[in-house]
């Protein structure tokens, strides 16, 4: 096409689904025809709307689409921080803030939604807010630097993660509900108590079936929320307005478009508005009346708009509205007919209070359907239940295997049609296609939540023509780690070149040298800064203390079981105060001290160690803590010494190098106040002894522990835990947490009795032997450390002025303790501490 033949698209919008199309026009071809220009009234590129809540973690740089702040393509245009004042179909011209008028062939509006503030007295006043941009997230930031307690109006999905957005910023946080139950749009009353539950174990107060009346205002700003019916407010400082969203129609409105009944520019089935040469997609557009308020759909309507454009017959009929979501480290999932609207339908329940589970299946009469369903704190099995109900696949004989703890539900094989990936359309049989071309989909890259189940998919194809799947450590080393944890037992090596030399190629990488420095310390247990292995670890393991943002490093003392004197938590707080560091008591029952220079550390270790203290091992992938309630010797309900207990398996266990870090928990009762089931071993006492469990975690895919063994006497227990530890660390993969360990095996669970405790394999005695020779051969690091001048000469900034402190690193200070001077946080207490500053 000759260039003056060229047509005009224009995009009004520039947020997840404005990119969505830009992407696509670029993909599809459509910019060889049209030359494009977007417009977005926010003065940042299109950015990660759906983890907006990690914005105080990552920053807007990791949540943005285009952090270059152009696109590749010349032919598209985008215009940032301009808003869109008027469109007139008429003349085809779009006029912006600035005065510039845009004429177009075709106009795209993409302008998304607004949220939902209701109009109660005071909701304008200084200290509210809404939960939508990143300048939103700026602004209540810098309100929660001088607040002690928040409030989110809405316990949606939205809701929650503002309450979880106010939660990281350290206030007390309150959630009002009008529903009954918080996301009532996601699950129903029982998975919304199971879900209240999990929320305020961490720290949220709901208040379901409140309504909010008026905002409290005190000295002319929001001071908490009045709710009907409630004589007492719930105090706030900082209040976030979360209660829904409605459509940006206004552009569409004023240009006399069609309008959906209850708002949203009306569209037909490709997305085309009243006028021809208008469309509108995303969370404004509302085809056949109905808006929608999650991006897939979006997303689908931004690939229709670019197919008609190009003469194509795509069309938008409806959108999957399930949802996969983590919230505050808790899984919550809906699909399908969650509610059972079906007639004669029938429900399948699973509910585990104690472990906060909740799952529940909506299948047909005959129960061969899988209808819909509902999981809350563990969703593990969504990947392969949703595509279920789109693709109609029959139900297995005992549809309730699909979600009770014994079965995962992996042995349900996928039809080609099955919708993998709902927020980008990829089928199973798109992905097939895809590794058969050796190409990529989209699948797993926009929330995430399928990309297990699309990792395996690809690994079964490849199987299944007879292709090997490669899942060698690294390109140094074409075995796994638990091939080389053998390899260096057979041989008896003790050094990596050893290792490469006789089994790999090359000098190694930070992949295969941190795994094999992890192996050799499995083995031998001697000192991790050995001369010949010092240069193989990770960062925070090579100086025995974990790397901070700003360079300095935390230093963390072992306190086994939590249990510590007066006299210890004096020097602690000595040390801290002397050496002008910050401190935070932690999860795992220790007191973390952030802020120590390198060269501090010696000092700092050998206060600590003369008080008793030895390294916490915080650095390492390596057993962390053993967290336990009081017990029986405190607490009424205790029916044993979890306290000792814990004591001694921390002890005992302590400086095991694994694959993974290893965390314990001991309960002293049933009602399970160390959260001993959230750990990589847990044990909860009983009237006659010990219940073990394994396999569970925190962290980024939670998982419960479950049962191994019950009503242990201790040294049965000790026993089974030796077998399991060793056990894992001898065949897990690199990184692999004891969690995804269990799952991985061919027999699961039960595969891990039959060798720890049923000692089919004849290991038992072996895997216990290797346990005591890592108990009697338990070294302190930071000991042996402040004891050897060859390990002490590497605590230094710089080698050829060791006095001298790095002048690059400097405080703030903060709560009365310091920070980095250069995280985002609030300045509060006073200006910047220089390195070399007396504190």
Known sequence: MSPHLRKKLVVVGHGMVGHRFVQAAIERGLTETHDVVVVGEEPRPAYDRVALTSFFERGADELSFLPEGAYDDPRVRLVLGTAVEGIDPETRTVLLAGGEVLVYDE??????????????????????FVYRTIEDLEAIRVAAATAKVGAVVGG????????????????ETHVVEMAPRPMAVQVDDAGGATLTR????????????????????????????????VADPVEAEVLVFSAGIRPRDALARAAGLDLAERGGVLVDEQ?????????????????????YGLVAPGYTMAEVVVDALLGGPGSFTGADMSTKLKLMGVDVASFGDAFATTPDCLELVYSDAVAGVYKKLVVSEDGKQLLGGILVGDASAYGVLRPMVASGIELPANPEELILPVSSGTAVTLPDEAQVCSCNDVTKGDIVAAAAAGETTRAGTTCGSCKVQTKKIIEDYFESVGKVVDRSLCEHFPLTRQELFDVVAVHGYTRFDQVVEAHGTGRGCDVCKPTVASILA???????????????????????????????????????????TPEKLIVIGEVARDFGLYTKITGGQRIDLFGARMEQLPAIWTRLVDAGFESGHAYGKSLRTVKSCVGSTWCRYGVQDSVQLAIDLELRYRGLRSPHKLKGGVSGCARECAEARGKDFGVIATEKGWNLYVGGNGG??????????????????????????????RTADRLQRTAPWV??????????????????????????????RHVDSYVDEWR??????????????????????????SFRAEREQIAPADSDGPVSLGSTIPVGAPR
Request: charged share 20%.
């Open 107 to 128: 106009l795209v509006l993409a302008t998304g939604a607004a949220p939902f503030v209701p109009p109660i007295p005071g909701h304008d006043l200084p200290g509210c």
């Open 156 to 171: 949606g999905l939205l809701g929650l993660e503002a309450a979880n957005a106010l939660r990281q910023l350290g206030l």
């Open 198 to 229: 999990h929320l305020e174990r961490l720290g949220l107060t709901i208040h379901a079936g409140a309504m909010t009346s008026a905002v409290v205002e005190r000295d002319g700003r929001a001071a908490g929320i009045a709710l009907k019916g």
């Open 271 to 291: 997305c085309r508005t009243s006028d021809p040469h208008v469309w509108a997609i995303g969370e404004c557009a509302a085809p056949g009346g109905r808006m």
């Open 522 to 564: 499995s083995q031998l247990n001697d000192h991790v800064l050995a001369s010949d292995r010092r240069t193989l670890q990770d960062t925070n393991d090579a100086y025995l203390a974990n790397i901070q943002r700003n360079g300095t490093y935390s230093v963390v003392p072992r306190i086994p079981g939590g249990e510590i």
């Open 700 to 729: 980024a895919t939670p998982a419960h522990a479950r049962l191994l063994a019950g009503d242990l006497d201790t040294d049965t227990l000790v026993r089974y835990l030796d077998r399991f530890l060793m056990y894992y660390i």
């Open 743 to 772: 799952d991985s095996l061919d027999g699961g669970l039960d595969r891990v009795k039959e060798v720890v405790v049923d000692d089919v394999l004849g290991l038992g005695s072996e895997l216990e032997a290797a346990m005591a």
């Open 784 to 809: 042996a450390t402040i004891e050897d001048p060859d390990k002490l000469a590497r605590f230094v900034s710089f080698v050829n002025a060791p006095e001298t402190p790095d002048p690059h690193i």
